[in-house]
């Protein structure tokens, strides 16, 4: 079936910082991936949608300046923390859209960011 | 405005028993539901998919039902395992887009 790969796992950073965190479609292409945060206990939220080849779509309330979005290619999608700040702490995931009418979205194992 | 509701929000049953997680929807125009399994620290893994026309839907241990007409799902695991313990998310879409309507989740925890 379709994986997405997600990397790091986890992140410690220093408040001020950058982070990236990528995504990558293994045995597909993906022209759209989705880019969730998770508070604990919380549902996901989505955050952003990437397009290969354009621009990101991002949510309401979503800073695009701050969460900047890349989807390089057919099968890679970058999301960058600028400027982390402690409140940026959360589980970050992606997500492929659905290869077939019957299948489920393709989560990534998700990306644990602490800032400090 | 677009809901899902779970219940319960937490759950705790003994190694090898069953149990049930409820879904409540406000979706609409519905197009499928999903349910997922989310391990602590992990992405979704996508459990059962159902679509209008479809009542029940069976993965393994996993049965999953849906009734359109009432907008309600759940979610019946049997003979549960350790290995079950995790976040079990309802996820419903409308028919615009990609458009994904998660719940909570039900945090699940089988003991020995």
């Known amino acids: 079936g379709a994986v997405v790969s997600q990397h790091p796992s986890r992140v410690i950073c220093k408040s001020g910082t950058s982070v990236k965190i990528e995504c990558r479609s293994l045995?597909?292409?993906?022209?759209?991936m989705f880019w969730y945060r998770q508070f604990p206990k919380q549902s996901l939220m989505l955050m952003a949608t990437s397009n290969e080849g354009s621009k990101a779509t991002y949510e309401q309330g979503v800073e695009k300046d701050k969460f900047l979005i890349n989807h390089a290619s057919l099968t890679l999608s970058t999301l960058t923390v600028t400027s982390a700040h402690p409140e940026d702490s959360s589980f970050y995931i992606c997500s492929a859209p659905p290869q077939r009418e019957s299948s489920g979205y393709t989560f990534g194992s998700g990306t644990r960011l602490t800032v400090v | 405005k677009n809901q899902v509701e779970q219940s319960p929000q937490s759950l705790i049953i003994l190694e090898g028993k069953n149990c049930t997680l409820q879904?409540?929807?406000?979706?609409?125009?519905?197009?499928?539901l999903r349910w997922y399994k989310q391990d602590t620290g992990r992405g979704p893994v996508s459990l059962t998919i159902?679509?209008?026309?479809?009542n029940t839907k069976s993965n393994g241990r996993y049965t999953a039902t849906l009734d359109a007409d009432t907008k309600q799902s759940s979610l019946h695991i049997t003979a549960s395992q350790l290995s079950d313990s995790a976040s079990y998310i309802c996820?419903?879409?409308?028919?615009?887009?990609?458009?994904?309507?998660f719940g909570k989740g039900t945090s699940l925890l089988v003991t020995p």
């Open positions: 159902m679509t209008f026309s479809e």
């Open positions: 879904c409540n929807y406000t979706v609409s125009p519905f197009s499928n």
């Open positions: 996820v419903v879409s409308a028919n615009s887009g990609y458009a994904l309507n």
């Open positions: 045995d597909f292409q993906a022209t759209t």
